[in-house]
């Protein structure tokens, strides 16, 4: 990691990895601009929001009143230890910030969810119940001639997505690799990033997003020889349908993608299932592949590490000391619901959207400045952003690759994982 | 603070001692010889004790992107075993994909000290280390995948000098923070990815033109030629195949005298006699295998009951999914580098198949002479869970037990296989060479894995149970860097082990040809792709032990 260069006098980063989205781009240039950072290479809105947002360095607080970091931090033991179910949710942090979460809430006795949990488990329910085949992010860029966007907002998500992994002009497997055909199934989704000389064909299939489980369900019983009545498929012409499996028998590598955070309608996870098993079924003669998207606010960090840690993605409760699994009872959303738990510690240090919820437990809340309580905590921690003011390291979403995260300024702000720590301690 | 281990038996192979009664003394960490008027900080009287070397596990899946997607996909195995923090050791889970502290708790309770894990793909290896890093308390290593990834498959197919491709393996080497190498279904995985369904020893990938023999000699002989200790770790070619044993005995003829080591050789010794198309080869493998001292294995023994196969083998996995236990499975084309695939398997005594399977590894065990050659794994998790190795010690220390086990398995399964025949029974000093010495020494552990002065105090005290499985699995002692950390197989002092890696020299114009192939053609940087030191060390957590290699020739 030596690409640290001095221009100006001052400190010029290149090959910078970004927290800000699940694809944890890693080829960004920042520098100094003003009291701040800036991206000079290879930004993105999401990417400018996160490293450009002004640093500063307020006080923690206990009930909204300025304390030293000590007095936080024992405020917070104090709450958690007098807590009957305390809820450690959030998570948006790195590697070693979930790891001193999963060992707080060990010690707490407390729950452990992410605040992007709902959209994770449309994905993990279908790997509990049937599994899949995926494909990564270097694979598909180099191997697929098939694209198709399963219902799902990526640009939004990710927006240099298409850029990086769609209409990258290099192959590794050709000098003058084939033109890629990229199908949208699904309605109004954005497909302004999808040009270029790799670009062959775009199609749109105007499938409900609900109902795109039917159209894999259908190709995977044609694939199989079975027959379907009717001249529509899931509200569409049949032939659309016939059409989009000749393309998918056709492609050397096909590949799907999805993200579990755009299929929100009841039910998504049997779409996730749909697409996972349609893939499976065509694995037997071609090769096609799953790639799942999202994994934003270090959702992908946070299920990885609770599952190599307690075996469990997520949604555990360690209240009898072992870690007790279940899906539905300890989602941190369902609890609070409920008011089944009584103490929320929120841990948010990417995106101004993963703010704390409204909620009548108990708050303690450690934030990155900038990231807005929707109620004045009981307990205020301000920490730093991994990747911006301390080093980490993060899972990316196809939950194979994980980056180093630098340090990019001085900041007096504490990493997550250094509050926690402390906050076990003074348990 | 010198502490005295006083009138144990001590096995201790690499320096030659069959159980001769001696002290041990240990200082520092290390194992001593002190000044004869030292003062004793602390005597263990352990008189009539088996005293062998913290054991090593030389293939052991415990880390890695894999293991935790089978994690994530087992909650149902998981929930029969799972376990509570104490003010000392933290919560998890166990069983056949156990969660990480509680891997390195139950290795230390069995009495072992180091594992390493054998399948690091270059992509995934800070994950990998992240999470052997919060692997409590052994000492671990990985032995990094290469031979489907396609910078070496364009390096072979491009006939690049072979100092390139060498430079290239010990960079990998070094980026990973590898201790050794794999080969995985050599270029299989990348094989299948363009839809070939299966890759013959012989047989050319339909996009690079090279043959799995052509990837096995260039790694091998690259490894060899940068002195690398651990020879190339070749899973074959056909893992699971009816027939694949001769696959694996053209392996070791197309090895041309190269150092290679063989293995879960179990999972590549099967036959096609028989009814059922399907029979044991453990003679002829075994046979191969003690005529050809360039050759070590390790056996891959199954267990009975519910794992789960987790493998870089996407080819192979992909077919064995069709047999997957509860019925769900994953299979993984990963980052131009390599693959995986992970099945839930259930093996079932009164199945003919899974019996035989058990039977062939007993024979290849029994049959193969030379312990130095032979260690002892069950492929963790993919024969069944690591927790089986004191039970799998008794049936090869134990003919009557053995015997009492085959009453039990599908009758018909031993008449393909020649167990029944086999009345050897193995020592407590060949154990200590399968389970310490040799896998030390093949890894080129310099001061682990033996009892003699400078060494690593790693040491396990065993009660001298004639019921070998209990003797097992409840070691009297265990020590760690000279800490006590077991006693009676139950943990009272938790630390965190070392990482072993080798670093084999490399000319760094490799760089220059791999910067702008990330570039143009990966989504992460070359920069971005290492792993530095201090992500391992991580403030102290860790640590790294850079093992000795030999000089590089050319």
């Known amino acids: 990691m030596k690409s640290e260069l001095s221009r100006n006098g001052t400190n010029h980063y290149e090959n910078v990895a970004c927290p800000f989205c699940g694809i944890l781009c890693d080829d960004l240039d920042i520098g100094p601009s003003g009291d701040g950072l800036k991206v000079l290479k290879n930004g993105c809105s999401k990417s400018v929001a996160g490293f450009e947002r002004p640093l500063s360095e307020p006080k923690p607080q206990v009930d909204g009143k300025d304390v030293s970091l000590d007095e936080a931090i024992n405020a917070a033991a104090r709450l958690i230890k007098e807590s009957r179910l305390p809820i450690f949710g959030g998570l948006g942090t790195d590697v070693d910030g979930v790891r001193a979460a999963i060992a707080l809430a060990e010690k707490g006795g407390g729950v452990v969810d992410h605040a992007l949990s709902e959209a994770q488990y449309r994905n993990f329910r279908v790997l509990q119940n049937s599994g899949w085949v995926l494909t990564t992010l270097t694979e598909a860029r180099n191997r697929a001639d098939l694209f198709i966007v399963a219902g799902s907002e990526i640009h939004k998500l990710h927006p240099r997505f298409f850029e990086r992994v769609v209409c990258n002009e290099a192959s590794m497997f050709s000098d003058n690799p084939a033109k890629r055909t990229v199908v949208f199934l699904g309605e109004g989704l954005d497909q302004s990033a999808v040009s270029g000389k790799r670009i062959g064909e775009v199609v749109t299939i105007p499938a409900k997003a609900d109902r795109i489980a039917e159209i894999l369900d259908a190709m995977r019983a044609m694939n199989k020889g079975g027959k379907i009545s009717g001249d529509t498929i899931a509200g569409l012409p049949r032939g659309v349908i016939e059409d989009l499996l000749a393309r998918c028998k056709a492609a050397s590598y096909g590949v799907i993608i999805w993200a579990p955070p755009s299929l929100s309608f009841a039910n998504a996870d049997l779409t996730v299932q749909a697409i996972s098993e349609f893939v499976k079924e065509i694995n037997l003669t071609s090769r096609f592949a799953g790639l799942s998207l999202g994994g934003n606010d270090g959702a992908t960090s946070a299920g990885a590490v609770c599952s190599w840690q307690s075996g469990y993605p997520l949604r555990i409760s360690f209240a009898s000391g072992k870690p007790d699994y279940d899906p539905e009872r300890y989602s941190a959303t369902k609890l609070l619901a409920a008011k089944e738990a009584d103490l929320l510690l929120w841990l948010s240090s990417f995106s101004n959207e993963i703010a704390p919820p409204e909620t009548d437990a108990t708050l303690i809340f450690l934030g990155a400045p900038g990231i807005k309580s929707p109620r004045t905590p009981k307990v205020y921690i301000p920490i730093g952003t991994p990747g911006v003011d301390h080093a980490g390291t993060m899972v990316r979403v196809d939950n194979v690759v994980s980056l180093p995260l630098r340090r990019l300024r001085e900041s007096k702000l504490p990493s997550a994982a250094n509050v926690l720590e402390k906050i076990e301690a003074a348990l | ?554």
Not at chain 2, 5 to 25: C, H, M, Q, S
Not at chain 2, 106 to 114: N, Q
Not at chain 2, 222 to 231: N, R
Not at chain 2, 273 to 295: C, H, M, T, W
């Open chain 2, 1 to 554: 603070m010198l502490i005295k281990l006083t009138g144990g038996k001590i096995y201790d192979p690499a320096n030659g001692v069959d159980g001769e009664v001696r002290d041990i003394f240990i200082e520092n960490g290390r194992i001593v010889s002190p000044d004869p008027n030292a003062k004793i900080a602390h005597e263990y009287a352990v008189h009539g004790k088996v005293i062998m070397a913290g054991g090593i596990d030389p293939h052991s899946h415990i880390g890695g992107g894999k293991m935790t997607i089978a994690r994530m996909m087992l909650p149902e195995d998981h929930m029969h075993d799972t376990v509570a923090r104490t003010d000392l050791t933290r919560a998890g889970v166990g069983h056949a994909v156990p969660s990480t502290m509680l891997t390195g708790y139950r290795y230390a309770e069995m009495g072992y000290t180091a594992a390493f894990e054998p399948a690091m793909l270059p992509a995934n290896a800070r994950q990998a280390h992240m999470e052997m890093a919060d692997t409590s308390i052994i000492d671990k290593g990985a032995f990094v995948m290469l031979g489907s990834d396609d910078f070496f498959l364009r390096q072979l197919a491009g006939k690049k000098d072979f100092s390139a491709i060498k430079d290239y393996i010990a960079w990998t080497m070094h980026a990973a923070q590898a201790i050794a190498v794999k080969v995985v279904n050599p270029g299989g995985i990348s094989a299948f990815k363009f839809n070939q369904r299966k890759l013959d020893l012989n047989e050319k990938h339909v996009y690079y033109g090279v043959t799995p023999r052509d990837i096995i000699v260039t790694l091998a002989r690259g490894l060899k030629e940068l002195g690398v200790v651990h020879p190339l770790h070749i899973h074959g070619c056909n893992l699971g195949v009816p027939g694949g044993y001769e696959t694996t005995l053209e392996t070791i003829k197309g090895a041309e005298g190269l150092p290679i080591h063989l293995t879960h050789i179990q999972f590549h010794s099967y036959g096609t006699e028989g009814d059922l198309k399907f029979s044991s080869a453990a003679a002829p493998i075994a046979e191969a295998v003690n005529a050809n001292k360039n050759v070590s294995c390790d056996v891959g023994q199954v267990m009975f009951g519910q794992t789960c196969t987790a493998s870089g083998d996407s080819m192979r996995q992909f077919v064995t999914s069709r047999s997957a236990t509860p019925k769900k499975w994953v299979v993984m084309d990963i980052e131009c580098d390599a693959g995986c695939g992970v099945v839930p398997f259930k093996y079932r005594d009164k199945s003919f198949v899974n019996a035989l399977q058990w039977a062939i590894g007993l024979e290849l065990f029994l049959l193969i002479n030379d312990p130095w050659r032979l260690f002892l794994t069950t492929d963790h998790p993919n024969g069944g869970p690591f927790t089986w190795y004191p039970h799998l010690i008794r049936l090869l220390m134990d003919k009557a037990f053995r015997n009492d086990m085959m009453q039990k398995i599908n009758p018909d399964a031993l008449k393909y296989s020649t167990l029944a025949s086999l009345d050897r029974e193995y020592t407590l000093y060949e154990i200590a060479i399968m389970t310490r010495a040799g896998p030390a020494r093949s890894l080129g552990l310099k001061d682990r894995g033996h009892l003699g002065i400078g060494a690593c105090a790693d040491i396990t005290v065993y009660d001298d149970n004639p019921d070998r499985e209990a003797m097992f699995t409840t070691p009297e002692l265990l020590f760690k860097n000279g800490e006590l950390i077991v006693r009676n197989g139950k943990i009272i002092k938790v630390v965190n082990g070392a990482t072993h890696v080798a670093r084999p020299s490399y000319d760094q114009s490799i760089v220059k040809s791999l910067k702008p192939y990330f570039e143009d053609y990966h989504t992460v940087r070359m920069d971005n792709f290492r792993l530095a030191d201090d992500e391992i060390i991580n403030g102290g957590r860790g640590s790294l032990i850079i093992q000795p290699t030999g000089a590089r020739a050319a």
